[in-house]
């Protein structure tokens, strides 16, 4: 009777063993399907963040060629007289009133940072290997979002006035050889402005 | 009842080898297709880390010069347990018109604080469309620059990484090339 019980152990034991190993091998292919997932949204975000940079690098230079328009666009966000001297002693009232603040400059500034202004002409480039297409709802392009004043000193070495803006860009990419979609990534850089003497 | 015993354990084991070699068969093919998938997971990483660090390399530290930034034929290094060739394309962005707010002069309030009533301030900005070739020249002019030196240039920048794993043959490059593009202005 005790050998009769014991007669069907192998099989159990086999099915169990190839069971166990299954179930690890099985985990092994998951793990490695989820890396390679991540490696594709990591390749995504990198594309877009570059996309980003370049409209930061787009709104840096045209900051540096019109530093004065983008020093007064500041001004008037905070409040201040875009012709009042920001040189020397002359320190700006403290109680500033909300009423007196106006984007408009900026805005007008912020108009032409982005690429349906300039569109990025390289995609192309390369070869038919190294294409990437632009599709109807996933562009590759970027626009610079936001240009605002944070904060601002006097500046210890001339006295001048310095403000402190951040600079946002949407970058936006689409690789169609890694993501069905299109994917965005936001770049934000601080930046100082102050108005030169010359 | 002893010699079934043993009758049926033989069957149980030639099964047991059977279902055995049937699990394992797939799970081996299934664990060396993992394996070399792990190889190229990691040389596609070093590979996308390669990218971005000439990509920054590019738009942080190198002077704004296309021809110096252009790399246009494959170019072979090793990275960790990775053969790369990589190209770098440029081409020059035209920026013809640039939009500018301009403001129309009034006396300097007192204190520094804004004291013009919005809307008629709102109507004292003005969008100017200026050429950016003319606005370059006199801002040149003005600071007393070096014209060549002191441009206000733009260039759309394509990195192009092909990778393999170190040990493969050369057909393992083009299987999935990373491609980074970004725009580089002269600052």
């Not at chain 1, 998951?30 to 991540?38: D, V």
């Not at chain 2, 733009?154 to 794993?165: F, G, S």
Request: some cysteine; hydrophobic content about 40%.
């Amino acid at each position: 009777m005790k050998n009769l019980r014991r007669k069907g152990l192998a099989i159990p034991l086999v099915l169990m063993f190839v069971f166990v190993v299954s179930v690890y091998f099985f985990s092994m292919a998951y793990t490695r399907t989820e890396t390679r997932r991540q490696g594709l949204a990591n390749l995504n975000q990198r594309q877009a963040y570059y996309m980003a940079m370049g409209g930061i690098q787009q709104a840096l230079l045209k900051i540096r060629l019109l530093h004065r328009e983008a020093y007064d666009a500041g001004s008037l966000i905070r409040g201040i007289c875009p012709f009042f001297n920001p040189y020397g002693d002359n320190l700006v009232a403290s109680d500033l009133s909300a009423s007196t603040k106006t984007p408009k400059a900026r805005n007008i500034f912020m108009t032409d940072l982005n690429s349906g202004q300039l569109p990025v002409s390289i995609l192309n480039d390369g070869g038919a290997d190294f294409a990437m297409p632009d599709d109807d709802e996933f562009k590759w392009g970027y626009e610079v979002t936001e240009l605002e004043v944070s904060t601002y000193y006097t500046s210890a070495t001339d006295g001048s006035v310095r403000q402190v803006a951040k600079v946002t860009a949407l970058g936006s990419s689409y690789d169609p050889r890694t993501s069905k979609t299109g994917r965005r990534e936001k770049v934000t850089k601080s930046i100082e402005l102050h108005r030169k003497i010359q | 009842m002893t010699a079934r015993h043993r009758g049926v354990t033989f069957v149980e084991i030639m099964l047991g080898v059977l279902i055995m070699s049937m699990a394992i068969l797939p799970i081996v093919r299934m664990l060396s297709g993992v394996s070399s998938g792990t190889k190229s997971d990691r040389s596609e990483a070093e590979a996308l880390q390669f990218a971005c660090d000439m990509m920054d390399n590019i738009l942080m530290k190198m002077e704004y010069n296309p021809a110096q930034i252009a790399s246009p034929t494959w170019q072979i290094v090793e990275r960790g347990h990775t053969d790369i060739r990589y190209q770098v394309l440029v081409k020059p962005v035209p920026w013809p018109a640039i939009v500018k707010p301009v403001i129309r002069y009034h006396p300097t309030c007192a204190n520094g604080v804004e004291t013009t009533p919005v809307g008629q301030l709102e109507d004292d900005i003005l969008s100017e469309t200026r050429d950016l070739a003319t606005i370059d020249k006199e801002t040149v002019d003005r600071l007393g620059l070096d014209a060549s030196k002191n441009d206000f240039d733009l260039c759309d920048v394509k990195v192009i990484v092909d990778w393999k794993p170190k040990g493969t043959s050369d057909s393992e490059f083009m299987k999935n090339p990373i491609i980074l593009i970004s725009r580089k202005a002269r600052l």
